[in-house]
């Protein structure tokens, strides 16, 4: 399809780039808006925070098993009312979660938008590349395509504080909304109404394979989310949930090794450069989880308010900009994709073992600035090349499918941090505050002088003498608790610290790295 039939005429090249980067930010409001306040989020639903992650979950596994057959569903309609009936769906689907409050119900919902998210996409980001000229239009496509990416969550997260603190959580929807039907009047404007593909019946989608993978990611999920709330093996549910993936995952690859036209060819695998690309993506997204470490304790610890912790995430957005930069200028100055990969750990690791000492009971923003902007930088260096290295870690014709399995290091990378953070801090806050509060009993006499002197305080400002004493108490409770917190937070961020020194150790002595970038060079720059 050429790109230029797309558009009228009329449009110019300058507007073409800046209403497809524009309709690209579609996909990171419908994964962001409601992750963007948890707390919020959950308060509204009545759910608990797992479920809210859950469903963040459900949106980005559908998204991915969507990517699968996406191809197909764009070459049946044609490309105006494609994109069309896509964000008017996406605007009904923002107005009903405003007035749904059964969470199954939204769960549902949220799939379908998993669906709408992934839809445009890869359209709209082969729309972009093909606007640009120069030999270097597949980098910055991928930098500009990701680049939105990384500025939906502190965008959404500001736009979000503002309107909880001045209106109504639905007023979120409501604005979410609005954005996509702004996507409706773009192409409606500057799309030509023709088809531009042979269409290809529907019936010829592989959804038995759709329906295994949904399925798969979906209860694969759902034993990690929800794995240490109910008590791992202990519980009917996270046993089932685990059979249940692990059956119709082994289905999904046995359709595809035994069907002609495989949804997903799994000779894929066959190529270690895309294994270590995989392996490479999944300790990548375990890496980047551990800020929302640092985003909990700014609540919970440090008792930042909710504006000043949106407005603090634009340090580390500056950080993805350099980053991002950084990595543009060594990808076109055929810098190999290992030592770029190596700088970026080796950030991860100063950022872990930096951020180790600032946890403490208070702290200034001008303490983190630093550790938390290398973490941005650390972040824009390897993205965009470990996309695109595992994409040109295999002959061209398998590229859409190296694709797919760089979403799939995104889902499982995810998930898995999160459950190892989730875990990880409940195993360890309980056995710290077990170990502070036989340092805390009511018969020690440090504990007596303390609670005397706390409760002295609150008699001085005016409280009486029981409710000074029982807030005395809470308290010391309290501090005890966020101890424990920031203890955990410490060891966790220590561990990772070193294993993403171990990462770069391993870079250090891979050879498959070196070759796949050698394919790269050839394939983009043709030397």
């Known amino acids: 399809m050429s790109n230029t039939q797309v558009f009228k005429s009329w449009v110019p090249n300058w507007a073409i780039i800046a209403i497809i980067f524009f309709c690209l930010l579609h996909s990171m409001v419908l994964l962001g808006v ?9 308060s509204f639903l009545d759910v608990e925070p797992e479920d809210l992650q859950f469903s ?49 119900i939204f769960i549902i919902l949220r799939m379908a938008e998993g669906v709408l998210m992934a839809l ?29 990416l990384f500025l939906a969550t502190p965008f959404i997260m500001n736009i979000a504080v503002w309107l909880l603190e001045n209106y109504d959580w ?125 985003h909990s304790t700014m609540f919970t610890v440090w008792n930042w308010e909710p504006s000043r912790v949106a407005n603090v995430q634009y340090l580390n957005l500056v950080g993805n900009v350099v980053g991002m930069i950084l990595a543009g200028i060594f990808l076109a ?84 941090g999160f459950a190892i953070i989730q875990n990880a801090g409940v195993f360890l806050q309980r056995n710290h505050y077990l170990k502070l509060s036989q340092f805390v009993l009511p018969e020690s006499p440090e504990t007596q002088t303390r609670v005397v002197q706390i409760t002295q ?16 108490i809470k308290q010391i409770v309290s501090s005890v608790s966020k101890q424990s917190i920031l203890l955990s937070n410490m060891e966790i961020f220590t561990f990772m610290g070193y294993a993403m020194l171990i990462i770069v150790v391993l870079l250090l002595v891979n050879q498959h790295l070196k070759q796949t970038f050698d394919i790269f060079r050839n394939r983009i720059w043709g030397n």
């Open 457 to 472: 305080s609150f008699i001085a400002k005016g409280y009486a003498d029981d409710n000074a004493n029982k807030l005395a």
């Open 170 to 294: 639905k007023y979120m929807t409501y604005g979410s909304a609005f954005f996509q039907i702004v996507c409706v009047g773009l192409v409606m404007l500057t799309f030509k109404s023709h088809r531009f593909h042979r269409k290809i019946p529907l019936y010829q989608v592989d959804w038995s394979s759709f329906i295994f993978l949904i399925t798969s990611l979906l209860s694969g999920a759902y034993f990690f989310v929800y794995g240490e709330k109910k008590y791992w093996f202990d519980s009917q549910q996270i046993v089932i949930a685990l059979v249940v993936s692990l059956l119709t995952g082994g289905l999904f690859i046995l359709r595809q090794m035994l069907v002609k036209r495989p949804t997903f060819d799994m000779r894929v695998f066959r190529y270690a450069n895309l294994r270590t690309g995989l392996f490479i993506s999944v300790f990548f997204y375990i890496a980047r989880s551990t800020l929302n470490i640092c």
């Open 333 to 416: 100055k055929s810098v190999s994709s290992k030592y770029m990969f190596i700088i970026g750990f080796s950030l991860f690791a100063v950022f872990h073992l930096w951020f180790t000492f600032l946890f403490v009971p208070d702290v200034s923003l001008y303490d983190i600035a630093i550790p938390y902007m290398l973490q941005g930088v650390a972040v824009g260096i390897i993205f965009v090349p470990l996309v695109l290295f595992t994409v040109s870690a295999v002959p061209t014709h398998y590229g859409p499918f190296a694709g797919v399995v760089g979403v799939a290091g995104r889902f499982w990378g995810s998930i898995i």
């Open 56 to 104: 963040m979950i459900v949106t980005y596994a559908t998204f991915l098993t969507t990517i699968l057959v996406e191809s197909r569903l764009f070459k049946f309609f044609p490309t105006k009312k494609y994109f069309l009936t896509i964000y008017s769906l996406s605007a009904l689907t923002f107005i009903l979660t405003a007035y749904i409050e059964n969470f199954s």
């Open 34 to 42: 409601y992750t963007s306040n948890v707390t919020y989020a959950a």
């Open 120 to 148: 445009p996409c890869v359209p709209l980001r082969q729309f972009l590349i093909s606007r640009f000229k120069s030999k270097h239009a597949l980098i910055i496509g991928f930098t500009l395509n990701y680049s939105a």
